[in-house]
């Protein structure tokens, strides 16, 4: 049903679909990697801070738990996200059942923009999954769901995907014009600010948006890419290698639309206040006494921090 948040569809771009050698689902380790290192801390807090304040149906006195990633693309990881958290979500019911407790039942939500392979999404689903499957497409940046009807949001590595490129950067008359790049190393100073007032719109939107539609008492993990304080993009191994080969990233470019940024703003979700959303929880690599799980090719990224954060949110 169309209401006054009924908005155009924008244009978006998706990882590469099916299940080829070039494929997001083929190459796609290193997020898997970061699950890995998110899980404990995951299991944390569902275990410590989820409230179990679930809907039950009167017909059949069955509770339905709904989650959501927001950014599933294509391939396992998805499905590695959303077992994990279920597992967890389960122990959590059956430690603070009471006597006659209803059977929990799950309903999942895989999110992504709408040029994403759904239909190869949903043909890799797994069999002995646990919960019933929903698409929902569009893009996160906006209201996906009614008020008050997700437990647990989710998304992982997906966030440094900003809705649109800064207007400035490529305004050639605008001193935050980016020339001949693609991505935002930090080292231009209006550059990076306007890169960084798009993340905290953007952020500003997305948590709006997750703050109405998460129940009170229901959680929220953001898995996200950042940097501390003082380091830039073009220090990292990975600004290295966008800076080498920066010609041929800009002809990639002009032929798919490429709109990326490791923020350097996580702190702002400290500072994010609106009287919803709580942040009960932010940690990085070293904070959590783990060494960087990723495949050997990937080492070296590590000497880019990862960034977490949990949030909390009530009404």
């Known amino acids: 049903m169309e209401n006054e948040e009924t908005k155009t569809v924008p244009k978006s771009w998706a990882m590469v679909g099916g299940d080829g050698p070039r494929s997001y689902a083929q190459n796609s380790s290193y997020q898997r990697g970061l699950l890995d290192v998110a899980n404990e801390l995951m299991n944390e807090g569902i275990k410590d801070k989820l409230d179990f304040k ?9 509770c ?30 059956q ?26 999404l949903f043909k890799t689903l797994p ?24 437990h647990l949001a989710y998304s992982s590595y997906s966030l440094h995907w900003l809705s649109k490129v800064p207007q400035e950067v490529v305004d050639t008359k605008s001193p935050a014009w980016n020339k001949g790049s693609i991505q935002c190393s930090g080292t231009a100073k ?11 719109t953007d952020m500003d939107n997305f948590l709006n948006a997750r703050a109405q539609e998460i129940i009170g008492g ?42 990326f940024n490791f923020s350097r703003d996580i702190n702002g979700l400290q500072k ?9 929880k ?20 590590c000497l880019a921090p990862l960034s977490f954060a949990w949030m909390l949110a009530y009404k």
């Open 54 to 62: 679930i809907p039950c149906s009167d017909s059949s006195n069955i």
């Open 64 to 93: 339905t738990f709904r989650i959501a990633d927001f950014g599933c693309s294509v391939g396992p990881n998805t499905f590695f996200a959303v077992e994990k958290i279920i597992e967890a979500v389960e122990q959590k019911y």
């Open 282 to 301: 932010l940690a990085g690599w070293h904070q959590l006494g783990t060494t960087c799980p990723l495949p050997l090719g990937h080492l070296a990224t």
């Open 190 to 200: 209006e550059v990076a600010k306007a890169y960084s007032a798009q993340f905290k």
């Open 272 to 280: 994010a206040n609106t009287g919803i959303i709580v942040i009960v």
């Open 218 to 259: 229901g959680l929220m993990v953001i898995i996200i890419a950042g940097l501390p304080d003082g380091i830039l993009v073009s220090q990292t191994v990975a600004g290295i290698f966008n800076d080498f080969f920066g010609s041929c990233l800009v002809d990639m470019a002009k032929l798919v639309s490429i709109v």
């Open 95 to 120: 430690a603070c059942q009471f006597q006659n407790s209803p059977p929990l039942e799950f309903q999942v939500f895989f999110n992504d923009v709408t040029a994403n392979d759904f239909n190869t």
């Open 127 to 150: 069999s002995y999954r646990k919960y019933f499957a929903a698409g929902v497409p569009g893009t996160f940046y906006g209201r996906l769901f009614p008020k008050s009807t997700l």
